[in-house]
C-alpha cells in the first residue's frame, strides 16, 4: 500500500491512496532509499538515479534528478561543497565519484543566499 496526504492535511494524517499486490517468494535484497528533506516534496523534486539510498564508496555514480525551478546545485561530497555543472532547469544530469562520507544535494531557490538540503545518500 502507497500512503500519502495533501500539503495541507495534518502531518500525522496519511490516508491509503494506491494498492499493489505482490507475491514475493524469495527477497533477493532489500532496497533502502535516500533520504529526502522538505524541500524536496514542497518543490516536486523526482530522483531516477540512484535510487539506491547506500552508495559504494569510491564508484562513479550518475546522479539524474528532477529539480524543478532551483537557481543553483551543489553536491556535498566528504563534506566538501562541490559545484555542478550538469544541471539545467529542471534537469540535474551528473556523475561524482563517491568519497567516504554522505553525499547530499543541496539547492538554493531565487534571491535566497541559503542552501536547502534536497537529498542524502549514505556510504560504504
Keep these: 500500500m502507497i500512503y500519502g496526504r495533501r500539503h495541507s492535511d495534518s502531518p500525522t494524517t496519511f490516508e491509503a491512496v494506491a494498492e499493489f499486490s505482490l507475491i514475493v517468494t524469495k527477497i533477493r535484497k532489500p532496497i533502502i ?18 535510487l539506491e539510498g547506500t552508495l559504494k564508496k569510491g564508484a562513479i ?22 559545484g555542478v555543472k550538469g544541471y539545467e532547469d529542471p534537469i540535474l544530469k551528473t556523475d561524482i565519484t ?9 539547492v538554493k531557490y531565487g534571491q535566497n543566499t541559503n542552501y536547502d538540503g534536497l537529498i542524502r545518500y549514505s556510504v560504504e
Design 33 to 50: 532509499f535516500p533520504v529526502t528533506y522538505t524541500k524536496f516534496e514542497t518543490t516536486k523534486c523526482r530522483i531516477y538515479e540512484p
Design 61 to 82: 555514480v550518475p546522479f539524474h534528478c528532477v529539480i524543478p525551478g532551483a537557481t543553483e546545485v551543489k553536491l556535498q561530497v566528504d563534506s566538501q561543497l562541490v
Design 98 to 106: 563517491v568519497g567516504s562520507k554522505d553525499v547530499t544535494v543541496y
